[in-house]
């Protein structure tokens, strides 16, 4: 069988597999993070590559590069509850490079990472024949804090920290080189990502928050590896989904549906989760207080699978979204 055929879940699946689960170990491969038992808290780890001619548009900046670099890692740490403690990269470089884009790489690393009170510590370089970043990010978390995707039980509330869309439309702009004028908050949402570290830490400390991860594959994706890890059935409220504002103006001048961004997009890096409902108003408030906009979306059933409520009607919602190899 090649890559191409299994696709990355399958390949994930392989590796939890092969690969024992040592007896300090919390939550192994599968899941945003890993975690490690420390006396009473757990030390979280996470890694992520960055590959230039598929990660990055044309144009894109070293600053903007190394923005996203630091973005990916420590939203997975956001999607955990982690407090980051601090970064590392290991960067292939073409020899053909100038200094100056190394310089502007490292400052625009070290600059995305103190906006989130973390540092970079350490890393390596080799040569390679394009741009590539392998990142790894550290936090803390109290063991009883720690989210999973693994948590959510019947009669919870679905819900994510913001809207949707714009990251995914962003990048259509940019490679289409549809013009920009009007939508530049959509390709910012692209070329600057921010992290949900704060909010993430919010959920956890809320006591009430039952499951998490970060939308980076799409919500349909993310939605149905929730249900999956934790042997669930999710029914979604379409019309409940937020929607960034400049996303339906935009489809409809373009002639794009909607939902290609909305359900099936990724990128966004908001957090979706799932919540006890007599602390949904309560985690609601705090969210607010660090500069969400949190919105239900649905609730967890008994069952399996994901469904999705529209003009009356419920359906079975694709698991479809990015999945490297595929």
Not at 27 to 50: E, N, Q, R
Not at 246 to 253: A, E, M, P, S
Request: hydrophobic share 45%.
């Amino acid at each position: 069988m090649k890559l191409s055929e299994a696709g990355e879940r399958a390949l994930v699946e392989l590796a939890r597999k092969i690969c024992r689960r040592g007896p300090r170990v919390r939550v192994g491969i599968g899941d945003d993070a890993a975690a490690i038992d420390i006396d009473g808290s757990c030390l979280v780890a996470t890694t992520d590559m960055l590959v230039a001619s598929r990660h990055f548009p044309p144009r894109t900046t070293p600053e903007q590069m190394a923005r996203r670099a630091v973005v990916v890692n420590l939203s997975d740490l956001a999607a955990m509850g982690a407090e980051p403690l601090g970064l590392i990269f290991s960067v292939g470089l073409p020899r053909k490079l100038e200094v100056k884009f190394v310089e502007r790489l490292v400052r625009g690393m070290d600059v995305a990472a103190r906006e989130y009170d973390t540092h970079v510590v350490g890393g390596d370089l080799d040569e390679s024949e394009e741009v590539v970043i392998s990142g790894a990010a550290f936090g803390m978390a109290r063991r009883r804090e720690l989210l999973t995707r693994s948590g959510a039980r019947a009669g919870d509330l679905i819900a994510v920290t913001g809207r949707l869309g714009a990251a995914a439309a962003g990048l259509r702009l940019l490679l289409k080189r549809h013009p920009a004028k009007g939508y530049r908050a959509l390709v910012r949402a692209q070329l600057e990502p921010r992290a949900r570290v704060r909010e993430g830490m919010v959920l956890a400390r809320s006591g009430f928050v039952t499951s998490a991860i970060d939308v980076t594959d799409g919500l349909a994706a993310n939605l149905w590896q929730l249900a999956r890890e934790s042997k669930v059935k999710f029914v979604v409220d379409r019309a409940q989904v937020p929607e960034h504002p400049l996303v339906r103006k935009f489809v409809t001048r373009y002639g794009f549906g909607v939902d290609d961004f909305v359900l099936f997009g990724g990128e966004d890096f908001e957090l979706l989760f799932t919540v006890r409902p007599r602390g949904w108003e309560k985690v609601r408030r705090a969210l607010k207080r660090v500069g969400a906009t949190p919105a239900l979306i649905g609730r967890v059933a008994k069952g399996r699978g994901v469904f999705i409520r529209a003009k009356g009607k419920t359906r079975a919602l694709p698991d479809r979204g990015y999945e490297h190899f595929r």
